[in-house]
């Protein structure tokens, strides 16, 4: 089944405690990217990556860091998580040729206290 | 800078009545425009999108929504609801074709009376 997984689904972490969110596709997708989920601001874009080793910043990039060294994986780092990163993280994957939208996987809830 | 409206936060329907959702973007270019869907716990399900040709595009689920450029609008039509479609629905514009980055909306929540 064609898939984006993410885990963990939910993750209870303390303020400066480094986590990593995992994700990984298995379509061959060239694209990926991490969104979070704020109640009243829709999905807002953190990182993207084009394809393996190449990663740029989105929208909200400050406090998360990405690394793409294969193709199907995408982790999403958070060295020094603070109260303001509690939030819904979605990994999604796209084509990078005629592209049709993203696939989402199915969301990690995070909460830093 | 692109934007994309959602100006129903919350709308009740009964089983069986029509639905249309709202959605108004503001982008400079032609835009791509999708509707996704998120269940409850779930991540978001693409409905359908818009990239260029009929205005009037089909999805799945029995959904449709159509462009209209005059008005800046993408809304959703659905012309008999069923109980499985209570979700949130978030209408999106492809900003950045290069970061394939997309702007959401806010949400629309979609309640379903029996």
């Not at chain 2, 835009?31 to 409850?40: A, D």
């Amino acid at each position: 089944e064609a898939q984006v997984t993410q885990n963990p689904r939910y993750l209870i972490t303390v303020t400066g405690k480094k986590l990593t969110v995992t994700c990984s596709q298995n379509m061959n997708h060239e694209y990926m990217s991490w969104y979070r989920q704020d109640p009243g601001l829709g999905l807002r874009q953190i990182y993207y990556s084009m394809n393996v080793e190449v990663t740029d910043k989105g929208d909200v990039p400050e406090g998360y860091k990405v690394s793409r060294k294969e193709k199907r994986n995408f982790p999403l780092i958070l060295e020094s998580p603070s109260p303001n990163q509690t939030s819904l993280y979605f990994c999604a994957s796209a084509l990078g040729q005629g592209w049709n939208g993203y696939t989402f996987g199915s969301g990690t809830r995070l909460t830093v206290v | 800078a692109q934007s994309v409206t959602q100006p129903d936060i919350h709308i009740t329907v009964s089983e069986g009545a029509s639905l249309e959702l709202r959605c108004n973007y503001s982008y400079g270019a032609t835009p791509y425009l999708f509707w996704y869907v998120q269940s409850p716990g779930q991540g978001l399900q693409l409905l359908l999108k818009y990239f260029s040709g009929d205005t009037l595009v089909q999805g799945i689920k029995g959904f449709e929504a159509e462009f209209k450029r005059s008005q800046s609008s993408f809304n959703l039509r659905k012309p008999s609801v069923h109980w499985s479609d209570a979700a949130e629905y978030f209408c999106a514009v492809a900003a950045h074709m290069g970061r394939r980055a997309l702007t959401f909306g806010s949400g629309t929540r979609l309640q379903v009376q029996p």
